[in-house]
């Protein structure tokens, strides 16, 4: 019975701090003060209590009357209240999904910069190595080497530039 007494007591000493009371005041310099202690007395105090837990966010995908809601204005939103733990697991959510879609983004456009540049190196090498001269050989269909005479190299030569030049801008 004794033991009884005291898990008894002790649970209720434990309690007592989880019914504490929160006030509210504008100081004198009009900032807005919150604490557990109240202030002094020549300042209107507001008592604060929790609001009573809520249940979570709707499971199903939003109506029409729901998506013209949540296009509220920030002002809207503000006066709405603080948002439950649900809202903010989601926004958290909704955050890191956009900002996973953005890092994707840039390394999309960084291997599409590095591609073309890329591009661009292998045709003007091309270009520079016709317009050195020499003999240019090519292989043929049956996998046999064929050295260009002139008027094909001057042919080759204006393809390659005009491949450079469109790789390049």
Request: glycine fraction near 6%.
């Amino acid at each position: 019975m004794k033991r009884l007494s005291m898990a008894i007591a002790l649970a209720l000493y434990v309690a007592l701090p989880a019914s504490a009371q929160m006030f509210k005041w504008v100081d004198a310099n009009g900032k807005v003060q919150y604490s557990d202690k109240p202030p002094p007395s020549n300042i209107k105090t507001e008592k604060l209590r929790a609001p009573p837990p809520t249940p979570g966010a709707p499971a199903t995908g939003a109506t029409a009357g729901e998506a013209k809601a949540g296009t509220q204005t920030d002002k809207d939103a503000a006066k709405a209240g603080p948002k439950t733990t649900a809202e903010q697991e989601q926004a958290f959510r909704k955050r890191q999904l956009e900002a996973s879609k953005a890092q994707e983004a840039d390394a999309k456009k960084q291997a599409q910069a590095r591609d073309k540049a890329e591009h661009c190196k292998r045709a003007t090498a091309a270009v520079n190595a016709l317009q050195l001269g020499g003999r240019q050989q090519r292989i043929d269909s049956k996998g046999e080497r064929v050295f260009l005479d002139e008027q094909q190299i001057s042919q080759e030569l204006a393809k390659a530039q005009q491949e450079a030049a469109a790789a390049c801008n």
